[in-house]
Nanobody, 122 residues
């Protein structure tokens, strides 16, 4: 079992940057794939990006590729989402999730955080 909690959300202006953190607890953290999803008002939860448990390989949605970067520090049981060149359409609640192995759909993840709000003003 893995417990997950996100932090680092806030209000930023368009073009700005923000880094989110996902702190996890539980056994065998480095064997879990970790992912970020987001949900904007009136929209379904969408995939943002993921990072594998052992190799650290990453994969991103086209909408954020080149602007967002996912990394993980297994020694700290923490995953990060660095967001640059933020746009108003990035405004959403951002969720961190853990799964074995974890894919690009919500059903492939077992453990979820409570979410953190990111608001980008224009």
């Amino acid at each position: 079992q893995v417990q997950v909690v996100e932090s680092g959300g806030g209000l930023v202006q368009a073009g700005g940057s923000l880094t989110l953190s996902c702190a996890a607890s539980g056994r065998s953290f480095n064997t879990y794939g970790m992912a970020w999803f987001r949900q904007a008002p009136g929209k379904e939860r969408e995939f943002v990006g993921k990072i594998s448990g052992i190799s650290g390989s990453t994969y991103y949605a086209d909408s954020v590729k080149g602007r967002f970067t996912i990394s993980r520090d297994n020694a700290k049981n923490t995953v990060y989402l660095q967001m640059n060149s933020l746009k108003p359409e990035d405004t959403a609640v951002y969720y961190c999730a853990a799964g074995r192995p974890g894919g690009m759909t919500t059903s492939t993840y077992t453990y979820w955080g409570q979410g953190t709000q990111v608001t980008v003003s224009s």
